[in-house]
């Protein structure tokens, strides 16, 4: 046999499983669907979507992964509040570097809760907010599944303040 055989032989085998192998999910892809399963299993749903530009951007911000706890059914129109973290801390944020992205403002026990929640974030969660969607955590899925469980607990504590009925909010 001739040598340019082999060669064409081995050129289409790369040509045939290279591309197959190019489909195949890196290891961070699978470690983000890994939490974005486990964040189903617990009830919680996931989704993309693009913050808002703060005050300061320049550019349009990158689409992030969006955890969230949607509203109860009952609930048909939400007003949606906002709270982003900023490059900066000032005396006019909400607490340090968290500001309001939105005029609409929260309860004052789901404020109480966000000045508890708010230091335990890690520097991954950008912003928090709630509106039609229900409670959200937008977060980079920079750590591992002891945080998205953290993330998790948070997201019912405000949820089940956010909307606990109205006769119980003394």
């Not at 607490?95 to 809760?113: E, I, K, M, N």
Request: proline share 10%.
């Amino acid at each position: 046999m001739n040598i340019w055989f082999f060669i064409i032989l081995i050129v289409v085998i790369a040509l045939v499983i290279g591309p197959i192998s190019m489909l195949k999910p890196s290891p961070g892809q699978k470690r983000k669907e890994q939490l974005r399963t486990y964040a189903s299993t617990r009830g919680v749903r996931f989704s993309m979507r693009k913050l808002p530009p703060l005050k300061t951007d320049m550019d349009q911000p990158a689409t992030l992964p969006v955890y969230y706890l949607p509203p109860p059914s009952k609930i048909q129109e939400v007003p949606e509040w906002i709270l982003m973290r900023t490059p900066y801390v000032h005396e006019s944020n909400f607490y340090l570097a968290w500001d309001w992205q939105t005029d609409v403002r929260p309860s004052v026990a789901t404020c109480d809760l966000l000045r508890v929640y708010l230091p335990q974030l890690p520097e991954s969660v950008p912003a928090i907010s709630c509106g039609n969607m229900g409670i959200c955590i937008f977060w980079q899925e920079k750590e591992a599944v002891e945080t998205l469980d953290r993330l998790i607990e948070m997201l019912r504590g405000l949820h089940q303040t956010e909307y606990q009925p109205a006769d119980s909010q003394g």
